[in-house]
């Protein structure tokens, strides 16, 4: 086979992009994509990969879905961007209401940002002056777990897990973070630490039953319960980060609903717009609402993305919403997931498999650290898949399209069980 050259614009754009979540020293050339389709990734030099991450699980509904497609090109055609302060425009102020009646009713004030990590700082932002407003100063800190990840600007980074996360080199910057255990069924620990520390807490922030870029680590139901008793018994607020969770990742439209949870702000982003552009929502009850109304101008919550509630992308919501709103996708998750673990039953548990596990469209392998094949690998298998690597293991994943089809389905399966095969 003759050898394929890397495109022009590669070879010139490399010395100039810095590259994310990349060690320039020792990393590969990155693949080079010139198209998409479904859920396969068109390479330039003629290969296609089905992707087994969604694009860090966005396009939930595969590449170039046509709907979504169109609706965006008539609001481009309409209005492409107007700032939303002091402005209002007919695709934001409907996504807000549409979002809005897709929760309980308690959650119904949605505010706009362009990303995840902005999103969850927002709803810091939110629960710490929630408390400053009603006059309580002393609440500063916020609790999250170990294993969390929420994000990469500077307060998210501070949630992240000091010893296993990515952001070690940060610990200490930001926020105050308390980092404890999620609760166990034969522990009440949570419950006593955040007790003996509960007049300096704001909030409590999550990502409901799956820890995703911390380790795809699930938890139950019964434990987000317990965290949710103790948030009201000690007056905090509860943040659930849906961002990688949401819209029926786990199952369930919302975790939360699966887990029968309801917290007091919620943050969305990732699949609601089916990975077209960039939107992420904090979604805050009316009691955190309630709370900035006041004669006093400073006790508005004074923050606003320039691209906040960009018209492109809020109408690239709406038409991932319809996708959602048409088909069953909870029905379509049971079966990616019976699927997955079918495929789950077939990984060679060795010596340096330490678990194998299956949560709704999600399927994780944990090895020993450094045992992880590169993505390269994958890549001659016909899949596209990015293990997550820390310091104690490393988790090759898939968290497919959602609408993914059992031919891409089990390329991508196939390409796991070789991989587990290969170093267990």
């Known amino acids: 086979m003759p050898e394929v050259l890397s495109p022009d614009w590669l070879l010139t754009g490399s010395p100039h992009v810095w590259r994310p979540y990349c060690q320039h ?4 050339p990155p693949l080079a994509i010139t198209g998409s389709e479904g859920s396969r990734l068109l390479l330039a030099d003629g290969r296609a990969l089905v992707d087994g991450t969604a694009s860090w699980w966005t396009a939930a509904h595969g590449y170039r879905h046509p709907h979504i497609r169109a609706r965006v090109q008539a609001q481009l055609e309409q209005l492409p961007h107007v700032a939303f302060g002091g402005l ?9 209401s549409r979002i809005a009646d897709q929760l309980p009713e308690t959650l119904n004030r949605v505010f706009f940002s362009e990303s995840g990590s ?9 629960a710490l002056q929630f408390h400053h407003n009603r006059g309580d100063n002393q609440r500063r800190r916020v609790v999250c777990f170990e294993d969390a990840y929420h994000g990469d600007t500077f307060a998210t980074m501070a949630l992240c897990d000091p010893e296993t996360g990515m952001h070690g080199a940060f610990n200490g910057f930001g926020i105050d973070a308390v980092h404890v255990s999620i609760p166990t069924l034969d522990s009440g620990g949570f419950e006593r630490e955040l007790a003996r520390i509960s007049e300096t807490v704001a909030c409590v922030i999550i990502e409901p039953l799956v820890q995703c870029a911390g380790g795809m680590r699930f938890h139950d139901r019964t434990q987000l319960q317990r965290i949710r008793r103790a948030c009201d018994e000690h007056g905090l607020l509860l943040i659930f980060d849906e961002i990688a969770t949401g819209f029926y990742r786990t199952g369930a439209r919302f975790a939360f609903i699966e887990a029968d949870v309801v917290p007091d702000l919620l943050v969305l982003g990732k699949a609601l717009t089916g990975g077209t552009l960039p939107l992420a929502a904090t979604v805050a009850t009316n009691t955190v609402f309630d709370a900035f109304l006041s004669d006093i101008p400073a006790n508005a919550l004074q923050h606003g993305p320039t691209y906040m509630g960009n018209p492109l992308a809020c109408a690239a919501a709406h038409a991932s919403l319809d996708l959602f709103d048409a088909g069953d996708f909870a029905a379509r998750v049971q079966g990616l997931s019976e699927r997955l673990r079918d495929g789950a039953n077939c990984i060679v548990r060795g010596h340096h498999v330490r678990d194998v596990r299956v949560k709704g469209a999600l399927l994780a392998v ?6 992880a094949p590169p993505s390269e690998y994958f890549a001659a298998r016909g899949a596209f898949v990015r293990p997550l690597r820390s310091n104690r ?3 090759v994943y898939l968290a497919p399209p959602l609408i993914i089809d059992d031919n891409c389905l089990d390329i991508l399966v196939r390409a796991v069980v070789d991989a587990v095969a290969s170093v267990a």
């Open 25 to 28: 020293a020792t990393a590969p």
């Open 88 to 96: 209002a425009h007919e695709a934001g102020y409907t996504l807000a």
């Open 118 to 126: 902005v999103a969850v700082e927002v709803a810091l932002k939110m």
């Open 366 to 371: 944990e090895l020993s650290p450094g045992k």
């Open 393 to 395: 293991s490393d988790v």
